[in-house]
């Protein structure tokens, strides 16, 4: 039987490993890199410690080109700009690589923050190691951590991408409700469809 | 033959592909388990994503190439409901001549019922042995070689189980 496991083991590795680096952040973790500062739209650098609430912390793997990213971005400004009022610390993060996606580049992302009214930073992840290191793949993808810094919440913002008069489960927003509370987040992973995040070679 | 011409362009306009099926996650996995096939590519796609239609080409590239070995190709649109037509438009625009699916019903239901490791990053690929074991999974689009690679791979591993 242990042989057997063992000769089973790399290929499910091999299937494991082609998804992400590392696989997507536990439940539980703490902030992956911290403390890298990233240049923000206001063309200050910051960390995602810096922006750490007293209740919480959100950090959005977000872009301007991907469609998807397109589809929740009002919703993702509202929750942003209403939870950062609550004592959650937001921060917007592109780690996309604008050679690829050249509507990713510094100064669209200035454009669009000021367009869209972005009340939270958006930054550069300008290696996209803070993205690897998140084991983010795709955009939007969302993780929540709590007061204690701990990931609670990590996933879409909500079951409907198309439609926001047809969301039946706010995902995001029942979880910020939760952690501005200090209450259990209700479901804590879900997954959406979404752009892949073009990192940097 | 002055009408030549007209006549071929006619021919050539009215290939469409076919309409895409609509499925969920189970019907995929339905076609991707119906026996006969030595492998089976499944690439999950959509009109909106860059990368998924900078990809196709080289998909289909290895999808005919390999078909006398006996690979089957599941293409999917995650494009939305009622946006078929679209995606036809574009399966046309690449010579796309057999049945594919497009999704249907909530993403987190899709994706999970796909596997559990995709995130739902489009494209993403799947590709299964003549067995429907799953032997590659990836995120993010992949080159000619490398897909063929990939599924000479799993061809091969039916003749050494």
Request: glycine share 10%; net charge neutral; aromatic share 8%.
């Amino acid at each position: 039987m242990i042989r057997k496991s063992l000769f089973v083991l790399p290929l499910v590795l091999a299937a494991a490993t082609a998804a992400h680096a590392a696989g997507p952040l536990a439940l539980g973790s703490a902030i992956p890199s911290a403390d890298v500062k990233m240049k923000n739209v206001d063309g200050k650098d910051l960390s995602i410690a810096e922006v750490k609430g007293a209740q919480g912390t959100l950090v959005v793997f977000t872009c301007n080109h991907c469609p998807f990213a397109k589809m929740w971005e009002t919703r993702i400004v509202e929750l942003g700009n209403q939870y950062q009022g609550k004592g959650i610390g937001v921060i917007a993060v592109n780690a996309n690589d604008p050679k690829v996606a050249p509507d990713d580049g510094y100064e669209p992302m200035q454009a669009r923050a000021k367009e869209r009214g972005f009340a939270f930073p958006y930054v550069v992840d300008a290696t996209s190691d803070v993205a690897r290191a998140f084991g983010a793949a795709r955009t939007p993808e969302v993780f929540l951590f709590d007061k204690e810094g701990k990931l609670v919440y990590h996933g879409a913002v909500d079951d409907n991408g198309q439609d926001a008069a047809k969301v039946d489960k706010a995902y995001l927003k029942d979880a910020l409700d939760a952690v501005a509370g200090g209450k259990a987040v209700p479901v804590a992973e879900t997954k959406s469809i979404g752009c892949s995040i073009k990192f940097r070679s | 033959m002055p009408s030549a011409i007209p006549l071929l362009v006619l021919v050539l306009a009215a290939a469409k592909a076919p309409l895409p099926t609509p499925a969920d996650a189970a019907a995929v996995h339905a076609e991707i388990g119906r026996p006969g096939a030595s492998a089976v590519l499944v690439n999950i796609w959509a009109t909106w994503c860059a990368p998924c239609r900078e990809e196709f080409p080289d998909l289909l590239h290895v999808a005919r190439e390999l078909k006398g070995k006996g690979l089957r190709t599941v293409l999917v649109s995650a494009d939305f409901q009622g946006e078929e037509a679209g995606a036809r438009d574009f399966l046309s625009e690449q010579g796309v001549d057999f049945g594919t699916f497009i999704r249907t019903g909530k993403d987190e239901d899709f994706v999970n019922g796909m596997h559990g490791e995709w995130s739902g990053a489009l494209p993403a690929t799947f590709v299964y042995d003549g067995s429907g074991r799953l032997v590659r999974f990836w995120e993010g689009k992949a080159s000619y070689p490398v897909l063929k690679k990939r599924v000479q791979e799993a061809i091969a591993r039916k003749e050494t189980p």
